[in-house]
Each structure stands twice: as structure tokens, then as C-alpha cells.
């Protein structure tokens, strides 16, 4: 199992970035996908989430409005779209799978290695 974040960078105030996360080994559809991002100095935040069967999406409530989880099951690839990026949106922000293997009670959490977003001027 491996995920691969890219498209992170520096951006002004205002800006857009999208952030793909590629996944191998497992199928995103089957599993809930998530982003989260840690800044200097602060916990692990949970950005958005999509639930692996309905695709049902949720935003924390600091980026709600501004960002979008999604998913393209054919290139099993988690995209993150931001837009009116804000300084403290600055952080790394990392892909999470949450798998759980199918008839067992097994549940693994992946992780990428994560890529850095800088909102500056």
C-alpha cells in the first residue's frame, strides 16, 4: 500500500492549489479517504474526509467553503482543490487511507509523506 501527495507549494493570499493523492494497493473506493495538515507547533487537523462506498464528503469547519475533498476511482487518486487560501492555511498536509479488510474486523491506517503548503505574500 503506498499514497503519494503531490501539488503542494507557495501560494499568495487568495490563491488555489490542488493536492492529488495517488494511491496503489487498494482501492479508494473501498476505504474512507482522508487529509489532514499539521502547521509548526499545532495538533494534526482534519481537513476533509470521503466515505468509501456513498462518497460522501465532509470539510472541517475552518476550511468549509473553501476546499473540496473528491476522488477519481478510475486513476484512484484523492484530489484536494483549495481555493482563498489564507495564511494560516500553511502546513503539511498528508493523505490518510483508513482500510478495512473485507469479512475480516482488520483495520490498517496508511499514511503519505506528506507535502507542504506555504500561503505568503
Known amino acids: 500500500v503506498q499514497l503519494v501527495e503531490s501539488g503542494g507549494g507557495l501560494v499568495q493570499p487568495g490563491g488555489s492549489l490542488r493536492l492529488s493523492c495517488a494511491a496503489s494497493?487498494?482501492?479508494?473506493?473501498?476505504?474512507?479517504m482522508r487529509w489532514y495538515r499539521q502547521a509548526p507547533g499545532k495538533e494534526r487537523e482534519l481537513v476533509a474526509a470521503?466515505?468509501?462506498?456513498?462518497?460522501?464528503?465532509s470539510h472541517g469547519d475552518s476550511v468549509k467553503g473553501r476546499f473540496t475533498i473528491s476522488r477519481d476511482n478510475a486513476k484512484n487518486t484523492v484530489y484536494l482543490q483549495m481555493n482563498s487560501l489564507k495564511p494560516e492555511d500553511t502546513a503539511v498536509y498528508s493523505c490518510?487511507?483508513?482500510?478495512?479488510?473485507?469479512?475480516?474486523?482488520?483495520?490498517?491506517?496508511?499514511w503519505g509523506q506528506g507535502t507542504q503548503v506555504t500561503v505568503s505574500s
Open positions: 490518510n487511507a483508513h482500510v478495512v479488510v473485507t469479512g475480516t474486523t482488520m483495520e490498517y491506517d496508511y
Open positions: 494497493g487498494f482501492f479508494i473506493n473501498t476505504s474512507l
Open positions: 470521503i466515505t468509501s462506498t456513498s462518497g460522501s464528503r
